[in-house]
């Protein structure tokens, strides 16, 4: 008889483990589902650097908010119909891919043949990118003088070089005024209109860099050229 209960009771405690284990696995499973598998706040799959979330996919949006361009740095041509606003972080790797991936795809089909006006906003974020708002005030300042483009090509060239350093004598590379830039630049001359941007950029719904604005379409990360083609091509 001692024996017999002494099976009843191992074999209660046995459902009982069975059972717990069971609660655990099935709440760890729920957990990881809301986390994006225990992903949170980890760089997005898509190629957006985000703050606090994960876009898997990119995201559409009718009116993209109110933003202003009339005084941002762009190519192509100014009456072009589609008008594609790029928010970038100078020292965000996914921003670096585009520009070496997509940008020169959808130059070469889209800018260069008047179809596309493609600007420049700023959107660095400073809590990951220590180095994004000094690249993104340095490449203004170079824009005084006539070589914002140029001053932008060089930093996606070289992400991996930035530093104050550097980014001084870039300028002297491009044979820009130092005295003037240097100026300029520890000043902090253009950190307001930085700031609008980031606050024009956030109003449109972007949360993460490179964030783009397709005549007012949003697209969250650095997508594959067939995304941006997709865009544009709906819209002429």
Not at 81 to 88: A, H, K, L, Q, Y
Not at 143 to 158: A, L, R, S, T, V
Request: charged share 20%; aromatic share 12%; hydrophobic share 40%.
């Amino acid at each position: 008889m001692e024996s017999q209960s002494n099976q009843e009771v191992y074999k209660i405690k046995k459902e009982r483990i069975w059972q717990f284990s069971t609660a655990i696995l099935a709440l760890l499973l729920i957990v990881s589902i809301f986390t994006n598998g225990f992903g949170i706040g980890k760089e997005d799959i898509t190629g957006a650097v985000v703050q606090g979330a994960n876009k898997e996919k990119p995201t559409n949006s009718g009116n993209g908010g109110s933003v202003d361009i009339s005084n941002s740095y762009f190519k192509g041509e100014e009456d072009a119909p589609v008008t594609m606003i790029e928010f970038s972080d100078f020292q965000c790797p996914f921003c670096g891919r585009f520009f070496t991936q997509t940008l020169p795809l959808i130059q070469e089909q889209y800018i260069n043949a008047g179809k596309v006006k493609f600007v420049y906003k700023d959107f660095p974020l400073e809590s990951i990118h220590p180095m994004a708002l000094p690249a993104a005030l340095a490449a203004r300042c170079a824009g005084e003088q006539g070589k914002f483009w140029e001053y932008h090509d060089m930093i996606f060239e070289n992400q991996a070089l930035l530093s104050d350093s550097i980014l001084r004598q870039w300028a002297s590379d491009l044979g820009l005024n130092t005295a003037n830039f240097n100026s300029c630049l520890d000043s902090q001359k253009y950190l307001s209109e930085i700031r609008q941007d980031l606050q024009e950029g956030e109003a449109a719904g972007v949360r993460g860099t490179p964030g783009f604005l397709v005549n007012g379409q949003l697209i969250s990360g650095a997508q594959p050229f067939s995304a941006f083609q997709q865009a544009i091509e709906s819209q002429l």
